[in-house]
């Protein structure tokens, strides 16, 4: 069982990192899942794990292997149910291994609900600013681009809202803009959500772009 008043247990714990896809197969349609994890629950107790780190599971168009989330509070239909989920994580206590999930919190997909809303909001609205906008892609000339191979600029023209959205990864996974507070608060109710779920941490991907201000490379900053 897991001690719930044990607020260090991060120092000294054994973790397995894992994506579900690849892990254990328990229907046989050749693609990882919950279910099939369950049953492999007691194996990783022997090997002395004692927690597991779950890379994302979230629906997504899986073009950045599921970095670019589109619903930030359901699962990928493909690995299972919001109820296999619970008993995943209810049998992982049970042998006293904790549950760590990974969030992507800078970016979602382009796919996702808030981008499609923000791309037809009106210029300035509070849905609009969800993400970061631009009438020009000479915006932030000191930042890096990322990923050289595929990406030649952190700016993509998107033919519906008529504007440039910036994005530090790939052109389809839209940085949220953290300066509408509306941002904050469902990324803080998001967090909320799988805590209550049971899960005992999240591992944030990407946090040191979050933030984007003139003058700088938009890395790192407070």
Do not use: C
Request: net charge negative; charged share 25%; aromatic share 16%.
């Amino acid at each position: 069982m897991i001690d719930r008043n044990d607020r260090h247990w991060y120092k000294n714990a054994v973790i397995y990192e894992l994506h579900i896809k690849a892990f254990f197969d328990a229907n046989n349609d050749g693609i990882g899942d919950f279910e099939g994890l369950v049953k492999k629950l007691d194996y990783l107790q022997d090997l002395g794990v004692t927690a597991v780190w779950l890379l994302p599971f979230y629906p997504s168009p899986l073009r950045d292997d599921g970095y670019d989330i589109a619903d930030y509070t359901s699962i990928n239909p493909t690995y299972g149910t919001m109820r296999d989920f619970r008993q995943f994580v209810a049998a992982a206590h049970d042998r006293g291994i904790r549950v760590i999930t990974e969030l992507v919190i800078n970016h979602t997909s382009d796919q996702h609900p808030w981008f499609q809303r923000a791309r037809k909001a009106k210029h300035g609205s509070v849905w609009r600013d969800y993400y970061v906008w631009s009438d020009s892609d000479q915006k932030f000339p000191d930042t890096r681009v990322i990923f050289l191979d595929t990406e030649t600029s952190n700016w993509t023209w998107d033919p519906v809202a008529q504007a440039y959205f910036w994005h530090r990864f790939y052109s389809h996974q839209p940085d949220l803009n953290y300066d509408n507070p509306r941002v904050l608060s469902d990324i803080l109710r998001v967090l909320r959500f799988w805590l209550d779920m049971g899960v005992d941490g999240l591992r944030l991907d990407a946090v040191p772009y979050l933030i984007e201000r003139d003058g700088t490379n938009n890395e790192n900053l407070p």
